[in-house]
């Protein structure tokens, strides 16, 4: 990744509309970060990343779209909000990922954890169709769909067994309010 | 003192000891906690990890109910919190974007609830109110106190203790008799949300903030929010497994251990939900 970071950097070019793009979304001030590394030396799991929190501020400042909303790193951040607590130059990088994640969404772009995403989306279609999570259901059908069936099994069989699951869902009573909720604040894409 | 209580969705399942004692643990300490009636999910990870109006217009429903209340929130989840929290900041801070998000959804929300933790809500009562009540001192428990991520962070928006090295959790343990831990990963994320999705990455992490834990001297974890409770308690055997360490860590719920030194039953408290059987420990401090 980095020899590819360096080779791509003869394409930069002087279009800042993907950066600005990204800084309205985020609300953060991009142009501001000078590299530190502060937010990759506490970030939980950079280790797992192809490439590091400061690296993404980077590829933004550049205009590296596709590089930075490809990138694993984009879906690995947890939101701990580690770096946004110690960014000298009070830049939220959690919030960056979070408009890189949607611009990669609605951009279709690859995605380079689609377990993640995954996840994501089983956990807020189980919000749209209840008001409310409802755990088993929505651990069942993230399974499906995911086609990992058999991790975790004998973990799930302990906690039905602790009575830490509840099998009947219940739904909310304003679910036409959740229903317009979710189809005004569809993306374009 | 009464609060509009926003429970979430894990203290209805996978984290009904936390609910079931926070419940105890109020009525106890005569704070009153109406449920938000008709409340629906804040959305958590997932929604500002993909769509930022959804991320504010989810958690403004429940706003709005609790202001219709005329009371402040209280949420016991770390993550409820963060989601309700930066909502209402963001209301305050880019009035035109949650205003549109809002106009959009048909709600309204203007802004004078203030939001706080279950943690933030006890830890603000007087020491004595707390001391008062205890009526079994838990000498020899020594719990590192764990605030992982959200509920203090980040700070302009959580607006609650320190974001490196909180204390008001140690503070209310120190006030029931136990002996928490200095230890420096009070504020290291377990994972939270890729807890299925990147499971690997989750068991790492839980490894090594037991595994600090335990360096530290503690004999058992103390926890403020469901996701943390559920990756460290769940998730402990298979860390002990793949890195060949024994931990042997009960995770209680901070509620938990307030309400066994009150003597609420542990029934009420759910104590025997814990997946790490936390009788050993219990009965090590004599408190059994």
Redesign the interface.
């Known amino acids: 990744m980095a020899d590819a970071v360096v080779e791509e950097r003869v394409l930069v070019s002087d279009d800042r509309t993907f950066l600005s793009e990204i800084e309205e979304?985020s609300?953060q001030n991009i142009k501001s970060c000078y590299q530190c590394g502060e937010c990759t030396g506490g970030c939980?799991?950079a280790y797992?990343a192809d490439i590091m929190p400061n690296q993404v501020t980077r590829l933004v400042q550049l205009g590296m779209d596709k590089q930075v909303l490809r990138s694993s790193m984009i879906w690995?951040c947890?939101?701990?909000?580690?770096c946004?607590?110690r960014c000298p130059r009070g830049i939220?990088i959690?919030r960056v990922?979070?408009?890189l994640?949607?611009t990669a969404?609605k951009r279709g772009e690859a995605v380079a954890?689609p377990?993640?995403?995954?996840?994501?989306?089983t956990?807020?279609r189980s919000?749209e169709r209840m008001?409310?999570?409802?755990?088993?259901s929505m651990?069942g059908e993230?399974k499906l769909r995911?086609l990992d069936l058999f991790?975790?099994l004998f973990?799930g069989a302990?906690?039905f067994l602790?009575?830490?699951?509840?099998l009947v869902p219940k739904w909310?009573?304003?679910m036409s309010?959740?229903k317009?909720?979710?189809a005004?604040?569809k993306?374009d894409a | 003192m009464k609060y509009a209580y926003y429970p979430g969705c894990s203290l209805h399942s996978t984290a009904k000891e936390y609910g079931d004692s926070t419940e105890a643990v109020c009525r106890e300490l005569g704070i009153e906690l109406q449920e938000i009636p008709d409340w629906n999910c804040c959305g958590a990870t997932s929604a500002h990890a993909t769509n930022r109006e959804l991320s504010y217009a989810l958690p403004l429903r429940d706003l709005a109910q609790a202001e219709a209340m005329g009371l402040d929130v209280v949420a016991p989840c770390a993550a409820c919190f963060s989601r309700l929290k930066a909502a209402d900041h963001a209301a305050k801070d880019s009035p035109e974007l949650i205003l549109s998000v809002a106009a959009k959804s048909g709600l309204t929300y203007e802004g004078r609830v203030k939001v706080l933790s279950l943690l933030e809500a006890i830890a603000a009562m007087p020491e004595d109110e707390i001391k008062s009540r205890v009526k079994r001192e838990l000498t020899g428990l020594r719990p590192a106190c764990y605030y992982g991520c959200l509920l203090t962070r980040p700070p302009k928006v959580a607006g609650f203790d320190c974001p490196e090295h909180p204390k008001s959790m140690d503070g209310l343990m120190s006030a029931i008799g136990a002996e928490p831990v200095e230890w420096p990963y009070k504020n290291e994320c377990c994972g939270a949300s890729l807890a299925l999705s990147r499971s690997d990455i989750v068991v790492k992490l839980t490894h090594d903030i037991l595994s600090m834990a335990k360096r530290s001297g503690a004999n058992c974890i103390v926890a403020a929010c469901p996701l943390c409770q559920a990756n460290l308690d769940t998730r402990q055997a298979q860390a002990e497994a793949k890195y060949g360490e024994q931990f042997g860590l009960p995770v209680f719920y901070f509620t938990q251990l307030l309400g066994y030194a009150f003597r609420i039953p542990k029934a009420e408290l759910g104590i025997s939900k814990l997946m790490v059987d936390p009788g050993a420990v219990l009965a090590e401090i004599g408190a059994g």
Do not use: Q
């Open positions: 979304l609300g939980p799991v797992a690995l947890v939101g701990c909000e580690t946004a607590t939220e959690s990922n979070d408009a994640r949607e969404i954890e377990g993640i995403k995954t996840f994501h989306e956990f807020l919000v008001g409310r999570v409802h755990e088993v651990l993230y995911s991790s975790d973990l302990k906690m602790k009575g830490k699951l509840v909310i009573k304003g309010e959740i317009t909720i979710f005004k604040t993306r």
